[in-house]
């Protein structure tokens, strides 16, 4: 089965300091989506991707984040600006269609550590 | 808004014996999905099961089968057969039928399957 690629799969970096999460979608895929995962909270929906541009983000999603998609394989996920609370799993996912059999694929996540 | 409730955030069960996982959700719309996704200790997510909210049939997948009760907004999976591999967090998950189709995810099950 095709596999949804992150790296790294841990990030450790320091309160302030930018991380980018790397990701590297099913080939023919078009919508792409980041999530994170507070230990012992909900799974969160951060942002979804499609045709180059954001379709929705949530109110986590502000200003201290971005997504980018430089080279048409990688789809990225920038903080700017590292909080304690940043710290998650950060799940990317790709789907290729909408339509309603279409399965979304998840990678294995990069767990961010900031101290 | 919509929400999902899972009520039963640990679970044991036997070896080979059945368990039911419940999850309630609450939305105004009329067309959307259901999702279950089990994440094991490596923290992949992954699809167990799929139900469509138009679909009167309870979705299957081998062990794995679903009683949704649309009226009751109730959405449980009911595991047969139990294996120790089927020890993990599962989680209930929501989208809406439109062009995003984000997850809005409850908060998960710990299952432990014992020997």
């Known amino acids: 089965e095709p596999e949804v690629t992150q790296t790294p799969s841990h990030q450790v970096t320091q309160m302030g300091q930018e991380v980018i999460l790397r990701c590297v979608p099913i080939?023919?895929?078009?919508?792409f989506y980041w999530y994170r995962q507070i230990l012992g909270q909900k799974v969160e929906f951060l942002v979804s991707?499609?045709?180059?541009?954001?379709?929705?983000k949530s109110e986590i999603f502000d200003d201290q984040f971005s997504v980018e998609r430089p080279d048409g394989s990688n789809f990225t996920l920038k903080i700017r600006s590292t909080k304690l609370e940043d710290s998650a799993m950060y799940f990317c996912a790709s789907r290729r269609l909408m339509a309603t059999n279409e399965k979304l694929f998840f990678g294995s996540g990069t767990q961010l550590s900031v101290l | 808004a919509q929400t999902v409730t899972q009520s039963q955030p640990e679970m044991s069960v036997q070896e080979a014996e059945t368990v039911t996982l419940s999850c309630t959700y609450d939305?105004?719309?009329?067309?959307?999905?259901l999702f279950w996704y089990k994440q094991p200790p490596s923290r992949q997510m992954i699809l167990v099961i799929r139900?469509?909210?138009?679909k009167q049939q309870n979705a299957t997948e081998n062990r794995f089968s679903v009683n949704f009760q649309k009226a009751a907004k109730s959405f449980s999976l009911k595991i047969s057969d139990s294996q120790l591999g089927d020890t993990a967090m599962y989680f209930c998950?929501?989208?809406?039928?439109?062009?995003?189709?984000?997850?809005?995810w409850g908060l998960g099950t710990s299952l432990a399957v014992n020997p």
């Open positions: 080939s023919n895929h078009l919508y």
């Open positions: 939305t105004s719309e009329n067309n959307y999905y």
């Open positions: 998950a929501f989208s809406h039928a439109g062009n995003n189709r984000k997850l809005i």
């Open positions: 139900q469509e909210a138009y």
């Open positions: 991707f499609y045709n180059n541009e954001i379709s929705e």
